[in-house]
């Protein structure tokens, strides 16, 4: 799968008219075509496509995923440097969610079309229907620009001030927190409120459960089993959303490096930076899959009765 | 005409060696219980001001056909009706007024002092937790047990019911069990906090004549050695006939016939259950003969003929049972009653001839 | 008696699509939603007519002005009328989205139809490729594209129709699948109709529906993709404009004026907002419950 994949992103980077080398100096005239030749030697791209691919992939199980051709850093530096404060608001984006999202939907579920039901549902579809980068405008708009509370953009490690980049990835992380929410509350309150027709949940009341019992035990357990999947791809959605909103905020992770990359015509660093995104991807599904064979009995292995 | 069914053995009759019925304030009163229903169409009443009491130890059976009502009955009896459904009239359990009480009240109730046991044992059980856990849970609500005792007491509870080798089976999920062991897990249960009634609806009909005789055979046993009252629901007959001491027969919401068993499987009184037993098929007739068959659909909820429920379909009816609605008729002196305006001809042995007439379709 | 009609086995067009629609219309909200899109569309089809300024007239006196009953959405940069940019912005923009919507479904469909027809390697392989390249976030791959072939009108409708393929072949696989299975189906089979036949007369006409929510959902995919790549520059490029760019440009000003990138984004928003909740109502006229219980 990722040996398709990673051939399908090689494939059309090279299949580009363009050769990366003239962007970087500017232009085709001027240039001593021997200092050109030597540069291409340089970066490998004398040789042919195949063998070009086969060292791209070699370098990268070994961990070096190349020499980017633009700056003198090689790729693995820059994704190095890149990967922290990605991964940063990445997860601070994804608790922020799941802390809003889950309340929201088995309130929204339990009470159906109450009115508060009403209001989380509109917020959801609001956040499904919103791109990323206008909600990102639109809090940077009342925040910084009105309010002035926040900073619009920046970057400051956190080793450096732990305190400004906590308030420098506040809002991106609530804007693509915002955006991953919606989704997932959407699908909790429909699974919830299916669950909640199911027979075992009279038996619950039954046996003599209060009903808020009963919607955290065995409601809550069992609508959450579908979620999972929901999940799974909400990680989609914020690799796709986190390139945005790094480039909108400037904060210095893997997505604004892309963007560059984009800009510059730095293939080195596209191809490899966009691999390891679908190689996220691929992995976080994976778990997803897992993770789905452990919480539901019915799914493992082995024991039918008779 | 025979009732086939199930043959239940009987343990010996424990209530009669015990305290003479005088002891008993009933275990349950209902007085005038009604189920409606809101719909666009205007209010829907499936269960119509019904009343009956059951006594300690007693086994009653609830019977009737799809649609007469006695699910609801059950659930109505334990709180279990969620709006849209409106439950009215009083339900006296032990004493207490049920419609009385608030969430946590009948929390406490629930499961102690009257329990259920559900139709579908499959999805009944939730599937992602494993049946130990569920059983301790239902012990835990009602009794002050730390983990080890009440899973020990689940242990025991499950070889009661007949379950081999209790503490592994316990840590499996209901997917893996057969439909009989499913249901005997939730008779074990609901009768793990003793309660003083249970509600057992419909509790065979998904499971497989043999298994039928095995789970009817455990449930027996158990009530019988507790003490239990018992209200059994059921569209079959036989199951009930095997199983009860009294039965009351349901039809479009309302009770038409409560009679001892014994006297209602030998001499019906109301022409509907008169009908239901004529229309079981008699394995000793003749191959040519015609099934039996009551013409016409019991009715909606929602499109309730006038006086008697019953009067389009029935062979006997009159005038009087298209205007007005029968008041029960007391049948002897046990208890037993039948709704129906020709009763005391019924009573009398007159042989009434079926009436070819507007009454029937 | 009214049990024969039942026995009748659901032939093609038993969910066809001019009963969806008529059903549909029938929704009040459905029918706002509706509404609304078309005023939309109208008024980026007839931009023209609905404004007085050139999208191209600069007035370079007339600098970030704030909305006024002259502006209604105030001016950019160059005093070109806002409002006047976005509605010929929307040409852009919702043409680039039906033309890769168009191209996404065109492509998608068949991918899935052939897949599920063909079964087997064929359907392994393309199942696989379309795996791949879901794997990448659309818009990284999008990006990876435009990096490639430049980003022309023309290039962006075709790549990010491309990017929406696989998603669709999937789900118009899984649509041609379940139809499959139908009686319906079986009974053509032993018929003897072939392959090709199926597909056109049975699959397709009772996917439509289905394919109907997916385009609409694809169409709110396109546009927020497109209006993704111009925001980062990489869309329609200057002097043309979509409603990305404008957003691109908007955000660029922000301390100068904040209308210049907020109406861009709230069009894009109000835009997907009602693809979606068309999707939405698409999807719950054609859930089974919805058909046997009654209108209104």
Redesign the interface.
């Known amino acids: 799968m990722l040996a398709l994949t990673s051939l399908l992103i090689f494939v059309t980077l090279r299949v580009i008219p363009g050769n990366p080398v003239i962007t970087r100096y500017g232009a085709t005239r001027g240039v001593d075509p021997k200092a050109l030749e030597e540069l291409m030697r340089q970066l490998g791209l004398d040789k042919p496509i195949p063998i070009q691919y086969l060292d791209w992939i070699g370098g990268v199980i070994k961990g070096d995923f190349g020499v980017s051709y633009f700056s003198q850093f090689s790729v693995t530096t820059l994704i190095g440097q890149r990967l922290g404060p990605t991964v940063e608001l990445a997860a601070i984006a994804l608790a922020l969610a799941l802390l809003i999202s889950i309340p929201a939907g088995i309130i929204a579920g339990v009470r159906p079309n109450s009115l508060i039901d009403r209001a989380l549902s509109a917020f959801a579809t609001v956040g499904l229907a919103i791109p990323p980068f206008v909600l990102a405008i639109i809090l940077v708009v009342i925040f910084a620009v009105g309010l002035k509370l926040l900073p619009a953009q920046g970057y400051v490690d956190f080793s450096e001030n732990p305190g400004k980049n906590l308030t420098l990835v506040l809002l991106p992380s609530v804007t693509l927190a915002i955006v991953a929410a919606a989704p997932i509350v959407r699908f909790l309150r429909a699974s919830i409120l299916e669950t909640i027709q199911s027979p075992y949940i009279r038996t619950a009341e039954g046996k003599g459960l209060l009903w808020r019992q009963v919607v955290l035990r065995h409601a809550l357990p069992n609508a959450l089993v579908p979620t999972v999947t929901v999940v799974g791809l909400i990680v989609g959605y914020m690799l796709g959303g986190v390139v945005v909103i790094e480039y909108v905020f400037g904060w210095q992770g893997l997505g604004a490096l892309a963007v560059d990359a984009v800009l510059k015509r730095d293939y080195a660093v596209l191809q490899s930076v966009v691999l390891l995104v679908a190689a996220a991807f691929i992995l976080v599904n994976l778990l997803v899959d897992l993770l789905y064979g452990v919480i539901d009995p019915r799914l493992r292995v082995g024991g039918q009765g008779t | 005409m025979t009732v086939q069914g199930p043959r239940v053995a009987r343990p010996p009759d424990v209530r009669a060696a015990a305290s003479p019925a005088a002891s008993g304030a009933p275990v349950l009163d209902v007085r005038n219980l009604s189920v409606s229903f809101a719909t666009p169409a205007g209010p829907v009443t499936p269960v119509r001001d019904i009343s009956f009491t059951v006594a300690p130890g007693q086994r009653v059976g609830l019977v009737g056909e799809s649609g007469s009502g006695k699910s609801l009955t059950a659930l109505a009896l334990m709180r279990l009706i969620h709006p849209p459904g409106r439950v009215t009239g009083q339900v006296f359990l032990g004493g207490t007024d049920l419609a009385r009480l608030d969430g946590r009240e009948l929390a406490k109730v629930r499961g102690g002092q009257v329990a259920m046991v559900y139709q579908d044992p499959m999805s009944a059980l939730n599937p992602v937790q494993t049946i130990g856990h569920q059983i301790v849970e239902a012990i835990q609500i009602h009794a002050d047990l730390g983990a080890r005792d009440a899973r020990d007491r689940a242990a025991s509870l499950l070889a009661d019911v007949g379950l081999q080798d209790p503490l592994r089976r316990m840590r499996s999920y209901p997917h893996e069990f057969s439909g009989g062991m499913r249901q005997r897990v939730m008779i074990a249960m609901a009768m793990s906090a003793n309660p003083a009634l249970l509600i057992a609806d419909e509790p065979t009909t998904a499971l497989d004549v043999t298994t039928q005789a095995l789970v009817l055979d455990t449930l027996s046993r158990l009530v019988a050695e507790r003490g239990t009252a018992v209200i059994l629901i059921t569209h079959d007959l036989g199951v009930a006939a095997g199983f009860c001491d009294d039965i009351q027969v349901m039809y479009a919401g309302r009770i038409v016939e409560r009679a001892p068993a014994s006297r209602l499987f030998r001499a019906p009184v109301h022409p509907y259950a008169e009908a239901l037993l004529q229309s079981i098929c008699d394995l000793d007739a003749d191959i040519t003969t015609e099934l039996p068959v009551i013409p016409g659909q019991p009715p909606l909820p929602s499109a309730l003929p006038s006086g008697c429920a019953f009067h389009p379909r029935c062979l006997y009816a009159l005038d009087v049972c298209r205007t007005t609605e029968p008041a029960p008729f007391a049948v002897g002196t046990g208890g037993a009653m039948a709704e129906c305006h020709r009763t005391d001809e019924r009573i009398a042995g007159v042989v009434i001839a079926p009436v070819v007439g507007p009454g029937v379709r | 008696m009214a049990g024969t009609r039942d026995l009748e086995v659901a032939g093609p067009g038993a969910v066809a699509l001019p009963g969806v629609m008529r059903r549909l219309l029938r929704r009040r909200a459905a029918a706002i939603v509706l509404v609304l899109l078309g005023l939309l569309i109208l008024s980026a089809i007839a931009a023209p007519l609905l404004t007085s300024y050139s999208p191209t007239a600069l007035a370079p006196r007339d600098r970030f002005l704030p909305p006024s009953p002259a502006h209604p959405f105030g001016t950019d940069e160059l005093g070109r009328d806002l409002l006047t940019r976005v509605l010929f912005g929307g040409r852009i923009a919702l043409g680039i989205g039906a033309a890769s919507t168009v191209i996404a479904m065109l492509v998608g469909t068949a991918w899935g139809f052939i897949a599920a027809m063909r079964q087997g390697w064929t359907d392994e392989i393309l199942m696989?490729?379309a795996?791949?390249?879901m794997?990448?976030?659309?818009?990284?791959?999008a990006?990876?594209?435009?990096?490639?072939?430049g980003a022309s009108t023309v290039n962006l409708a075709i790549i990010i129709g491309l990017l929406l393929a696989p998603v669709t072949a999937r789900l118009a696989r899984s649509a041609a699948l379940d139809e499959l299975k139908s009686e319906y189906v079986l009974a053509a089979v032993a018929s003897g109709a072939t392959r090709t036949r199926i597909l056109l007369s049975e699959v397709l006409p009772n996917t439509l529906p289905s394919l109907l929510v997916l385009a609409t959902l694809n169409a709110?995919s396109a546009i927020?993709t497109e209006?993704?790549l111009s925001?980062?520059?990489?869309g329609v490029q200057p002097p043309e404009a979509s409603w990305g760019t404008l957003?691109f440009q908007g955000?660029q000003k922000?301390?100068q004026t904040?209308w210049y990138?907020?109406f861009p984004?709230?069009v894009?928003?109000m835009t997907?907002?009602l693809l979606?909740?068309l999707a939405d109502q698409l999807q719950s006229v054609l859930d089974p419950r919805e058909r046997e219980s009654s209108r209104a």
């Open positions: 696989r490729l795996d791949a390249t794997a990448i976030p659309t818009i990284l791959f990006l990876v594209l435009v990096a490639a072939f709110a927020l209006a993704s925001f980062v520059g990489l957003l955000y922000l301390y904040i990138a907020i984004g709230v894009i928003f997907i907002w979606n909740l």
